[in-house]
């Protein structure tokens, strides 16, 4: 039987997860914007699965990363 994934780890995973979101932003975004340089454009991703999304889960991860952080 696995043992589940700490909160550290957790934590550390969701913010992974939120960076992948904005990278694959900014594949399919640079298309649209080739003038600007392919990391930026990313912020250009409206919609759903956009910018906005990675944001939140950045932030969630961080929230809970410095919470398990600072309970230690």
């Known amino acids: 039987?696995?043992?589940p994934l700490s909160t550290l780890w957790q934590s550390?995973?969701?913010?992974?997860v939120g960076v992948?979101?904005?990278l694959i932003d900014?594949?399919?975004a640079?298309?649209?914007h080739p003038?600007?340089?392919?990391l930026e454009s990313g912020v250009y991703m409206?919609?759903?699965g956009g910018?906005?999304?990675?944001?939140i889960v950045v932030l969630t991860g961080t929230y809970f990363l410095l919470k398990t952080v600072w309970e230690k």
Not at 35 to 38: L, N, T
Not at 51 to 55: C, E, G, N, P, Q
């Open 35 to 38: 003038e600007v340089s392919w």
């Open 46 to 48: 409206g919609g759903l």
């Open 20 to 22: 992948v979101f904005y």
């Open 1 to 3: 039987m696995r043992k």
């Open 26 to 28: 900014c594949l399919f």
């Open 30 to 32: 640079h298309k649209m």
């Open 12 to 16: 550390v995973l969701t913010i992974i």
């Open 51 to 55: 910018f906005y999304v990675s944001v």
